[in-house]
């Protein structure tokens, strides 16, 4: 089992940039692929990127490709999320998760996590 703890969300202006960290407990974080999910208010949870285990392997939704960048440091314990030229739409409650998972695997399915965070709010004003 495995405890997540994001951090680093807050109030920038359009244009700025937040990096978001999620600490995870235990000895077996490299041994989950993670991810980042959103949720605005009165909307459903979106992905928003996925990394594997080693970290080789990234995907983005379309809305956020070439603005946020995922990373981990298994060493640390925590998977990043550098976003970059925040929009206004950006503004939501971002989660991270972990998924048990094989080298090289990703997952954009939210059902596919098995681990969930509590949430760091990130507010973008226009």
């Known amino acids: 089992q495995v405890q997540l703890v994001e951090s680093g969300g807050g109030l920038v202006q359009a244009g700025g940039s937040l990096r978001l960290s999620c600490a995870a407990s235990?000895?077996?974080?490299?041994?989950?692929?993670m991810g980042w999910f959103r949720q605005a208010p009165g909307k459903e949870r979106e992905f928003v990127a996925a990394i594997s285990l080693s970290g080789g392997r990234t995907y983005y939704a379309d809305s956020v490709k070439g603005r946020f960048t995922i990373s981990r440091d298994n060493a640390e314990n925590t998977v990043y999320l550098q976003m970059n030229r925040l929009k206004p739409e950006d503004t939501a409650v971002y989660y991270c998760?972990?998924?048990?998972?094989?080298?090289?695997?990703?997952?954009?399915?939210?059902?596919?996590?098995?681990?969930w965070g509590q949430g760091t709010q990130v507010t973008v004003s226009s």
């Open positions: 998760a972990a998924a048990v998972g094989y080298s090289g695997t990703l997952y954009t399915r939210a059902r596919d996590y098995n681990y």
């Open positions: 235990g000895r077996t974080f490299s041994t989950y692929a």
